[in-house]
């Protein structure tokens, strides 16, 4: 972040150019018991080279771990330095929204080709420009599917949907009137299809599954499709962790009619929670319902290959009434990141990576399971990460791992009353065999008392 100093001459013409008597007036949106109510406990001046060193020493009280063993919608994956040096060039920050194809085509052609790499990665022929997160995402192709169903009102969702989104979902689709959201159970880790039979009624536009789920299960899209289908719904699969499409078989391949999830596995640091990197891929037929932007390849008069806006389905485009959807980003700098990591891995490449990730997480499981305060949850399938129950005291476990450098798995405790005591691992290509190693001896010192 730049060094911006301003003197209070120019706070006050600021203020008052838009018509504000105190800084804090710009607050009012913020319940008064979440503000600070206080001055920051800085000095009232400073040289820019004591804000870096008080900056420095203010990160410096963060815990920076060794290791982590936490995904759940998060991953920790390695970025090579070709990403950041390429996205640092600064006509990719002063880029646009690319209104005027005649200035924007590297832009336009960026995106294209995020477009068609995400195609290639869910085996479905249409996606948009990207869009605010996974959660958001899947709003958004829940909306979709409501509206390409029409008169159908019902949306069933997986338990085994991220929480997050789950939430997400219940605030954006309560207001809509007329519309309902049913939860569909789980059975060892996975949908339960004998739940799904029996909730599949004629009003049930869509049905929404995790690809892998949020318990790290790989859902056998096939056998759900086989049921949606003849019911008159659409399946929406929803993946939270992109990479593992290099493992995986594609969903558009496996009978479903949407995929949305996460992308910010490919080139995006997690960086304290963002920002994240929402896709939304569908069949060919429901194109004019995506919401956001599409890209299309076009040539010219003189027969020269170009990229335009396609289809723009948004309200600033459009009457607000006649808009799919209020996004009003495309998140084109996250994709573009996104697009130059998968052209440097290629597919072989990612498939190596998605590989190394399977292999370590096996791996991982299989230490902690030779561990006597473990036990195996379900037997599903899985990718990067694994639900295991701990016979001890779950937070002081993750206590000692913290005190050790390492980020342990999540707690599942609070999600589910079946989840008591159980925790959510993760392995990825940054995880080290020492790294494994180490956690298990830290674990193993843990006296293995209930």
Same mark, same amino acid.
């Given at each position: 972040?730049?060094?911006?100093?301003?003197?209070?001459?120019?706070?006050?013409?600021?203020?008052?150019?838009?018509?504000?008597?105190?800084?804090?007036?710009?607050?009012?949106?913020?319940?008064?018991?979440?503000?600070?109510?206080?001055?920051?406990?800085?000095?009232?001046?400073?040289?820019?080279?004591?804000?870096?060193?008080?900056?420095?020493?203010?990160?410096?009280?963060?815990?920076?771990?060794?290791?982590?063993?936490?995904?759940?919608?998060?991953?920790?994956?390695?970025?090579?330095?070709?990403?950041?040096?390429?996205?640092?060039?600064?006509?990719?920050?002063?880029?646009?929204?690319?209104?005027? $194809?005649?200035?924007?085509?590297?832009?336009?052609?960026?995106?294209?080709?995020?477009?068609?790499?995400?195609?290639?990665?869910?085996?479905?022929?249409?996606?948009?420009?990207?869009?605010?997160?996974?959660?958001?995402?899947?709003?958004?192709?829940?909306?979709?599917?409501?509206?390409?169903?029409?008169?159908?009102?019902?949306?069933?969702?997986?338990?085994?949907?991220?929480?997050?989104?789950?939430?997400?979902?219940?605030?954006?689709?309560?207001?809509?009137?007329?519309?309902?959201?049913?939860?569909?159970?789980?059975?060892?880790?996975?949908?339960?299809?004998?739940?799904?039979?029996?909730?599949?009624?004629?009003?049930?536009?869509?049905?929404?599954?995790?690809?892998?789920?949020?318990?790290?299960?790989?859902?056998?899209?096939?056998?759900?499709?086989?049921?949606?289908?003849?019911?008159?719904?659409?399946?929406?699969?929803?993946?939270?962790?992109?990479?593992?499409?290099?493992?995986?078989?594609?969903?558009?391949?496996?009978?479903?009619?949407?995929?949305?999830?996460?992308?910010?596995?490919?080139?995006?640091?997690?960086?304290?929670?963002?920002?994240?990197?929402?896709?939304?891929?569908?069949?060919?037929?429901?194109?004019?319902?995506?919401?956001?932007?599409?890209?299309?390849?076009?040539?010219?008069?003189?027969?020269?290959?170009?990229?335009?806006?396609?289809?723009?389905?948004?309200?600033?485009?459009?009457?607000?009434?006649?808009?799919?959807?209020?996004?009003?980003?495309?998140?084109?700098?996250?994709?573009?990141?996104?697009?130059?990591?998968?052209?440097?891995?290629? $597919?072989?490449?990612?498939?190596?990576?998605?590989?190394?990730?399977?292999?370590?997480?096996?791996?991982?499981?299989?230490?902690?399971?030779?561990? $006597?305060?473990?036990?195996?949850?379900?037997?599903?399938?899985?990718?990067?990460?694994?639900?295991?129950?701990?016979?001890?005291?779950?937070?002081?476990?993750?206590?000692?791992?913290?005190?050790?450098?390492?980020?342990?798995?999540?707690?599942?405790?609070?999600?589910?009353?079946?989840?008591?005591?159980?925790?959510?691992?993760?392995?990825?290509?940054?995880?080290?065999?020492?790294?494994?190693?180490?956690?298990?001896?830290?674990?193993?010192?843990?006296?293995?008392?209930?």
């Amino acid at each position: 972040m730049r060094y911006l100093p301003s003197a209070p001459s120019e706070d006050r013409a600021l203020l008052d150019a838009i018509g504000v008597g105190r800084a804090e007036d710009l607050l009012k949106g913020i319940p008064p018991e979440l503000r600070l109510n206080r001055e920051l406990e800085l000095p009232p001046q400073a040289s820019e080279l004591d804000v870096l060193r008080t900056m420095t020493a203010f990160a410096a009280q963060n815990r920076r771990f060794t290791a982590r063993f936490l995904g759940a919608g998060a991953y920790d994956h390695f970025v090579p330095t070709a990403v950041d040096m390429i996205t640092s060039r600064e006509e990719w920050f002063t880029a646009y929204t690319p209104y005027q $194809p005649e200035v924007a085509q590297g832009t336009l052609q960026a995106i294209f080709e995020y477009q068609t790499l995400i195609c290639d990665l869910t085996g479905l022929e249409v996606t948009n420009a990207s869009m605010y997160d996974g959660a958001t995402a899947t709003v958004e192709a829940a909306l979709m599917a409501v509206r390409q169903a029409k008169k159908k009102n019902t949306i069933l969702i997986s338990q085994g949907l991220h929480p997050h989104y789950q939430e997400v979902l219940c605030t954006n689709i309560t207001p809509h009137e007329g519309l309902k959201l049913v939860q569909v159970a789980l059975k060892d880790g996975v949908t339960d299809l004998e739940d799904l039979k029996a909730k599949l009624g004629p009003d049930v536009a869509c049905v929404m599954v995790g690809y892998p789920n949020f318990l790290g299960c790989v859902e056998d899209l096939k056998a759900i499709s086989e049921i949606v289908k003849p019911a008159g719904a659409l399946l929406v699969s929803v993946t939270q962790e992109a990479m593992a499409f290099g493992w995986l078989e594609g969903p558009g391949k496996l009978g479903v009619d949407m995929a949305c999830g996460e992308a910010m596995s490919f080139g995006n640091y997690v960086n304290f929670g963002g920002p994240f990197l929402g896709f939304l891929a569908v069949k060919d037929a429901y194109k004019r319902e995506i919401p956001g932007r599409l890209i299309g390849q076009t040539k010219d008069l003189d027969g020269q290959t170009g990229y335009v806006l396609t289809l723009a389905s948004r309200e600033q485009h459009i009457r607000r009434d006649k808009a799919t959807s209020n996004i009003c980003s495309n998140q084109a700098l996250v994709a573009l990141r996104a697009n130059i990591y998968l052209q440097l891995a290629g $597919p072989e490449g990612l498939k190596g990576i998605a590989e190394q990730n399977a292999a370590k997480a096996q791996y991982l499981r299989q230490r902690l399971l030779a561990l $006597p305060t473990f036990e195996a949850v379900n037997t599903q399938p899985f990718f990067n990460e694994f639900v295991l129950r701990y016979k001890g005291d779950v937070k002081a476990m993750q206590k000692a791992c913290a005190d050790e450098d390492i980020l342990a798995g999540l707690d599942l405790s609070s999600y589910a009353t079946a989840l008591q005591g159980c925790t959510l691992w993760c392995a990825t290509e940054t995880t080290t065999r020492e790294q494994i190693e180490h956690l298990v001896e830290v674990l193993a010192r843990i006296p293995s008392l209930a």
